[in-house]
């Protein structure tokens, strides 16, 4: 199935750092989702972002829904060790019903932390 | 709220059989259920979706005969693995959304991994 391009693939920091992560799309999507699955687990949903151009924060966490649509990023600011996890982007075409809601993820971005 | 739980949380079976995934939602009424499945360090692809009382719509390349979905009421979905084989292994995830409005979520179960020996 089609999948986002989300990247970078993984990273490697120290506690207290800043990330970053993104996700392109060659298609245009009108809800933006982001996830964070710990091993083992299913993906627990983080910040999800409705309008284009729209910039939501859920705490540390920060994300924003391209003008484009085609497009996210997702900031942690101030990183702890229990942010250690894999992080996916999601993008959702409608929200009027049946294929609509189907969700397209990206690959993922494993975060590691270190203390 | 808006809880989704899977059963068993694991299962090891014997190259052949048959197994059963059951997805529930706890405390709201799913009109629609999808299924995923997770291989190990890779991301979740959409297996099918379910309407309750409908047949699910599978995504290209899922065999519907393998991977039987039973969508019976509000708050149970289930999947059945027929004849598993060793590359059904997998992480099996489901997830709930309620439907109808213009704001649509869809809410993940905890998954369900499979091991077929």
């Known amino acids: 199935g089609q999948q986002l391009n989300q990247s970078p693939q993984s990273m490697f920091i120290q506690e207290g750092e800043d990330v970053s992560m993104n996700c392109t799309s060659s298609?245009?999507?009108?809800?933006w989702l982001w996830y964070k699955q710990d091993p083992g687990e299913g993906p627990v949903l983080l910040i999800a972002?409705?309008?284009?151009?729209e910039l939501t924060s859920n705490g540390r966490l920060t994300a924003q829904f391209g003008i484009t649509r085609k497009d996210s990023f997702l900031n942690i600011s101030a990183s702890i060790p229990s942010d250690v996890g894999i992080y996916f982007c999601?993008?959702?075409?409608?929200?009027?019903?049946?294929?609509?809601?189907?969700?397209?993820f990206g690959k993922g971005t494993l975060l590691t932390v270190n203390p | 709220g808006a809880v989704v739980s899977q059963h068993p949380s694991w299962v090891i079976c014997k190259s052949g059989t048959s197994v059963k995934i059951e997805c529930r939602s706890l405390?709201?009424?799913?009109?629609?259920m999808f299924w995923y499945r997770q291989f190990p360090k890779q991301s979740l692809m959409l297996m099918a979706t379910?309407?309750?009382?409908?047949?699910?719509?599978?995504e290209q390349g899922v065999e519907k005969d393998k991977f039987l979905i039973n969508h019976a009421s509000l708050t149970l979905s289930t999947l059945t693995v027929t004849s598993a084989h060793p590359e059904d292994s997998s992480f099996y995830i489901c997830?709930?959304?309620?439907?109808?409005?213009?704001?649509?979520?869809?809410?993940f179960g905890p998954g369900t991994r499979l091991t077929v020996l």
């Open positions: 405390d709201f009424q799913a009109t629609t």
């Open positions: 997830s709930a959304a309620t439907g109808g409005g213009l704001l649509n979520e869809q809410f």
């Open positions: 379910s309407n309750e009382g409908s047949k699910a719509t599978y």
């Open positions: 298609s245009i999507f009108n809800t």
């Open positions: 972002l409705y309008k284009a151009g």
């Open positions: 999601a993008g959702q075409l409608g929200r009027s019903g049946g294929s609509n809601y189907k969700l397209t």
